[in-house]
């Protein structure tokens, strides 16, 4: 089992940042990637961005232009939250590992961002 450390969540006010932290043992997210999801309270789980192939990053709609992933080393995947908005508020997830039945194999604790004023 792959362990998936998440930090970095917090309160902030609409147009805030945040920045989240996943890491990870092994260098697993050079094999397989990594996502960021997040769930809003009573809402479905949604996926927020991911990268794949070491350099191929794509982000959700709803966050282009203010989310950004990057990196500091193999085994530590980050997640910068720029104006922060309202609707961002949830828990956020990293994942990585093999997919099946789209879902990754391994998740993160969660990480809550809540963004109020």
């Known amino acids: 089992q792959v362990q998936l450390v998440e930090s970095g969540g917090g309160l902030v006010h609409p147009g805030g940042s945040l920045r989240l932290s996943c890491a990870a043992p092994?260098?697993?997210?050079?094999?397989?990637?990594m996502d960021w999801h997040r769930q809003a309270p009573g809402k479905p789980r949604d996926w927020v961005a991911g990268i794949t192939g070491g350099t191929i990053i794509k982000y959700a709609d709803s966050v282009k232009g203010r989310f950004t992933i990057s990196r500091d080393s193999a085994d530590t995947m980050y997640l910068q939250m720029n104006n922060l908005k309202p609707e961002d508020t949830g828990v956020y997830y990293c994942a990585t590992g093999p997919t099946s039945n789209n879902r990754r194999a391994y998740w993160g604790q969660g990480t809550q961002v809540t963004v109020s004023s």
């Open positions: 092994g260098r697993i997210f050079n094999v397989y990637g």
